[in-house]
């Protein structure tokens, strides 16, 4: 199973992260209030550096300004993780995963979805909604949203997912990582 390791912000984390197992680390830049993971650009660019080429990096934000996603670009991440149905004028030269809750209709314009009913404030995921977005959705689904150590296996055999995504489920505190959390959801994702 894959896993994304969200909310990042510190080099420590991603390190430690990507030598647990993680297949992929996400950054928050310009949230417009909404994350309190957010970290500035430069600091972005020194957390993407500190991983390998095989572990994917992923810029989530909540920004609608294209200036702020040709920023955002210029850190050159595997993909770009928005919440709001944004149209590129032209292809943005990255990975586009889209997040989607149970008001949202399922996306074509990008590469992949995460189902997380909450938009990343941790709340647990709706089973039947994120059952239905893998059967009908022809692009990967991944699934986000409560995801714990303890629960994602049984989420993950329940829903059968692309891939998992979590935050709040594996931190001391927002955005301090707790390592033996981290290494704890990557083995039961991947014993799932």
């Known amino acids: 199973m894959r896993v994304k390791i969200c909310g990042i912000t510190r080099v420590e984390d991603a390190r430690f992260a990507e030598k647990a197992g993680a297949d992929a680390i996400g950054v928050v830049v310009y949230s417009g209030g909404v994350s309190r993971r ?3 650009l430069e600091q972005a660019r020194e957390i993407f550096d500190a991983v390998g080429p ?6 989530v934000s909540h920004t609608k300004s294209e200036e702020e996603l040709a920023q955002i670009i210029a850190l050159h991440p595997t993909a770009i993780q928005i919440s709001h149905p944004f149209k590129f004028e032209k292809d943005p030269g990255v990975k586009v995963i889209r997040v989607i809750g149970r008001s949202d209709p399922l996306p074509e314009d990008c590469d992949a979805v995460i189902v997380d009913d909450s938009h990343g404030k941790g709340k647990a995921y709706n089973p039947s909604y994120a ?8 692009i990967p689904v991944i699934l986000a949203g409560g995801l714990t150590p303890g629960n994602v296996g049984d989420a993950i055999r329940r829903i059968h997912p692309y891939a998992v995504d979590v935050a709040s489920g594996v931190e001391e505190r927002p955005g301090i990582k707790d390592h033996k959390k981290i290494a704890a959801f ?3 994702a991947q014993e799932a």
């Open 54 to 59: 095989f572990t994917a990096t992923v810029a």
């Open 186 to 188: 990557i083995t039961a």
């Open 131 to 138: 059952l239905a977005a893998v059967k009908h959705s022809t």
């Open 38 to 40: 957010v970290v500035p």
